[in-house]
């Protein structure tokens, strides 16, 4: 049968009263063949996995050589309770950690700081000095374990803590795996997180880029991430558009510092989300593969072939959960979490289905867990590397995907870069329009989600909840001021003045914030110095 | 002249989580009401003053950070102190159902959870709040740039 016979055929088939279109805004056709790839070139636009441009994956065998690891974000209450998390999630086979802060800890706050009232080890563990993370992870051998720490404004001293942890373990540094988000410019666009404003905090990255390249060479620097740029509203091309022009930026501020870009870059890594538009969410992580390889190769002229590879962790979309019928959640989270696998993720974080309510309890997690491992050891999907390369939907939807992206580099480019078009408020504005326009749009029934806008059900739902006792921001306060009065306050006050002169000189910060946390400086003090010379940020409003 | 109800939408404490804010206040607005944003990090403190000052009917507290237990009864009592229990204080975010019944009790007059439509949040404003005499006939927006 011809195409023609077929495409007249359609035409009689009454079609379903929807829109077909990807959340992108892209449309969908009814099919896909290979007159969709015209202008495709094997050699060129997919290549082999392992190599260039890594549209299929970022290693030779994928999956068959390892599985992706499983990292559920965690952490809550105080650290003992989360150490307590980690060492079950261990047990049940997570292969590896990552930390989530509390509020306070976020923003480079002390628990007893009057901003912190409430927040203590309510979203995540509260840190307010090295001991802290002596007691996160006691126990867990940092030399066996590699651990993510979504930190940000204040990532320099978690970082150094982690690093003083590990002098404890008498594990050295340049031994310690892991990562740090890092990622400020994503928190001025959607994450809203932020201490100084965007030139301090892009000399503080770059600062952590030039001592890690020395000190704590197999640490993962940045974590560029669209995850939150997607949470606050986004969609998936602007996901994809957003990151990687954050990256690039961090890139050049790099080269500007007169770093070699093969030095820094193998140690970018990338933090997507995974949506509900199934083949959209796949196509999304191969176009971000192939257009980070190629501007890297030709446009920063990296040489070292790890500069082209985007390495990525994934996390579930949490805008997507609903409170309605939560358990619906777990399988929303396994499809997501199976498009994050074909679409070749290094590491994935599933949501648990309560997060709507609360932090997760420990079965909700369990599940969470199963979900992953149901996928890497039931389903055959690792089995074989890109399964879904050469579908001439996907391949149609990547090619679409990574030329909206390079339409989104030019505008951005007219505003002077990433920094003037936050400062314009044009990333902020691109974001909260798509959250209004996807809420309008499951208003109006040209989107669904179960529970919220079709199959609604009036029983309110029914499951256990983790609570946070209000114990918790009393004890920590209490044992924040034992840690102050047992260590050598003249030494702290020394650390911090030399800090500050740090700052000022236009000196690296790391070593001296090294300085300051081994003397039990507290999170608080540190970046309050910083801000005396670095002042705090405000945002520009807009809704 | 029909008179405009006048909300406050404020982000109080630490909690960055804003697109729940904006899409509501923007859907207030195009609802035809006079929506006046805070913007991130403000204290309960500065919440009552912005609102007092503002002249607004209601107070739409958002907050996903598990504060709120903390925050929404520090705003009612601040209100009383002032005065000015006659704005309306309501909220949404990621709040347990047994603390909505606790905050409902403490005077906090609706609460919505994740998933409402903002058309629910529209209507119960319109049915609950009658809007007051205004001090200022004209429109003071404050740090409001809108789209």
């Known amino acids: 049968m011809s195409r023609e016979i077929w495409e007249k055929k359609l035409k009689n088939c009454k079609e379903r009263d929807f829109k077909f279109k990807t959340v992108s805004g892209i449309s969908v056709k009814p099919l896909y063949t290979p007159d969709d790839c015209e202008f495709f070139d094997y050699e060129r636009d997919l290549g082999y996995p392992g190599e260039f441009p890594f549209t299929r994956g970022v290693y030779t065998n994928m999956y068959r050589g390892r599985l992706w690891t499983m990292r559920q974000f965690s952490g809550f209450a105080t650290p003992k309770d989360t150490n307590r998390r980690y060492k079950y999630l261990l047990k049940h086979g997570q292969t590896g950690l990552s930390v989530a802060f509390d509020f306070p800890t976020l923003y480079g706050r002390d628990s007893d700081d009057p901003f912190s009232r409430g927040e203590v080890g309510k979203c995540g563990v509260a840190v307010d000095t090295l001991r802290d993370m002596e007691i996160i992870f006691d126990g867990i051998p940092l030399d066996r374990i590699s651990t993510s720490m979504t930190i940000n404004p204040p990532a320099a001293i978690l970082l150094a803590m982690y690093i003083a942890v590990g002098e404890k373990q008498g594990v050295p540094a340049h031994i310690l795996t892991g990562t740090i988000q890092n990622d400020m410019l994503k928190e001025y666009q959607a994450q809203k997180t932020w201490i100084y404003p965007p030139e301090p905090s892009m000399r503080i990255i770059t600062d952590i880029l030039e001592y890690c390249s020395e000190n704590v060479p197999k640490w993962n620097t940045i974590s560029i991430s669209g995850y939150h740029i997607r949470e606050a509203g986004s969609t998936a091309l602007q996901e994809l558009a957003f990151t990687l022009a954050n990256g690039f930026t961090y890139v050049e501020y790099g080269i500007k510092r007169g770093l070699e870009v093969d030095k820094f870059a193998p140690r970018l890594s990338f933090f997507f989300n995974s949506h509900l538009d199934f083949f959209e969410e796949i196509a999304k992580y191969r176009a971000a593969r192939r257009i980070w390889a190629r501007m890297m190769r030709d446009k920063y002229n990296a040489q070292n072939p790890r500069s ?102 030019k505008k951005i480019e007219k505003f002077g870069g990433v920094l003037p078009a936050i400062e314009k408020g044009f990333f902020q504005q691109e974001i909260s329009r798509s959250a209004y326009k996807y809420q309008r749009a499951l208003e109006k029934k040209e989107r669904f989600q179960v529970g919220i806008n079709i199959f609604e059900e009036d029983k309110p739902a029914d499951i256990e909840i983790l609570k946070i006792p209000p114990e918790v921001e009393r004890n920590q306060i209490k044992k924040l001021k034992e840690v102050k009065s047992e260590r050598n306050n003249r030494k702290v006050k020394e650390t911090l003045r030399l800090l500050l002169k740090a700052a000022r000189d236009g000196d690296n910060l790391m070593p001296r914030i090294l300085d300051c946390v081994r003397v039990y400086a507290t999170i608080g003090e540190i970046c309050n110095t910083l801000k005396e010379e670095f002042g705090e940020y405000q945002e520009p409003i807009i809704f | 002249m029909d008179k405009k109800i006048r909300v406050l939408v404020a982000k109080p404490g630490l909690d960055g989580h804003d697109r729940g804010a904006k899409v509501v206040a923007a859907a207030l607005r195009d609802a035809g009401m006079e929506v006046i944003y805070t913007g991130l990090h403000q204290s309960p403190e500065s919440i009552v003053e912005a609102a007092i000052q503002e002249d607004v009917d209601v107070i739409g507290l958002s907050i996903l950070s598990g504060a709120h237990m903390t925050i929404f009864p520090k705003v009612l009592s601040l209100l009383k102190k002032k005065n000015a229990q006659k704005i309306i204080v309501i909220g949404g975010g990621i709040i347990p159902a047994d603390d909505m019944k606790k905050l409902k009790k403490k005077g906090v007059k609706k609460l919505f959870g994740p998933g409402a439509p903002t058309t629910e949040i529209i209507t119960w404003l319109k049915e609950n709040v009658k809007p007051g005499k205004k001090k200022r006939a004209q429109t003071r927006k404050k740090n409001n740039k809108g789209l």
């Open chain 1, 308 to 409: 082209f590879l985007m390495r990525f962790h994934t996390q579930t979309a949490g805008c997507t959960l609903t409170a309605q019928q939560p358990e619906n959640n777990i399988v929303r989270t396994a499809f997501q979490a199976l498009a994050a696998v074909l679409g070749g993720t290094q590491s994935l974080h599933t949501n648990s289905m309560d997060e709507t309510y609360a932090l997760p309890t420990e079965k909700a997690v369990k599940i969470a867990l199963r979900t992953q491992q149901l996928i890497a050891y039931e389903t055959g999907v690792p089995n074989t590397i890109d399964p879904l390369g050469g579908s001439y939907y996907i391949e149609t939807l990547t090619n679409e995907l990574e030329k909206g992206a390079y339409e989104y580099f």
